[in-house]
Nanobody
Framework: QVMLAESGGGLVQTGGSLRLSCVAN????????MGWYRQAPGKRREWAAV???????NYLDSVKGRFSISRDNAENTVNLQMNSLKPEDTGVYYC?????????????WGQGTQVTVSS
């Protein structure tokens, strides 16, 4: 079982920065892509950023140039540096990891961390 634990959320003013971190714990055979989804109040969860095991990255258009995702494969962590934050970035941010075992592939999720950007 792979468990993900996020940290780093909080309250920040418009234009501020936050850094989210996520660490994978447990028995970890292989981690493929890792990344972040977010869910604003009253809206569907949306994908925000992803990074492959080789370091290739991709971002939601609305966060490009402001968010930067990185990972440490030795530490099984993924981070999301968020700069120039806007009120529309407010929401719960969920870390995910795509896991491969000899028997199956599956996606693990964290519990989420709240990010609130005040105007």
């Amino acid at each position: 079982q792979v468990m993900l634990a996020e940290s780093g959320g909080g309250l920040v003013q418009t234009g501020g920065s936050l850094r989210l971190s996520c660490v994978a714990n447990g028995t970890i055979p292989r981690l493929n892509a890792m990344g972040w989804y977010r869910q604003a109040p009253g809206k569907r969860r949306e994908w925000a950023a992803v990074i492959s095991s080789g370091g290739d990255t991709n971002y939601l258009d609305s966060v490009k140039g402001r968010f930067s995702i990185s990972r440490d494969n030795a530490e099984n962590t993924v981070n999301l540096q968020m700069n120039s934050l806007k009120p529309e970035d407010t929401g719960v941010y969920y870390c995910f990891a795509d896991v491969s075992t000899t028997l199956r592939n599956f996606r693990s999720w964290g519990q989420g961390t709240q990010v609130t950007v005040s105007s």
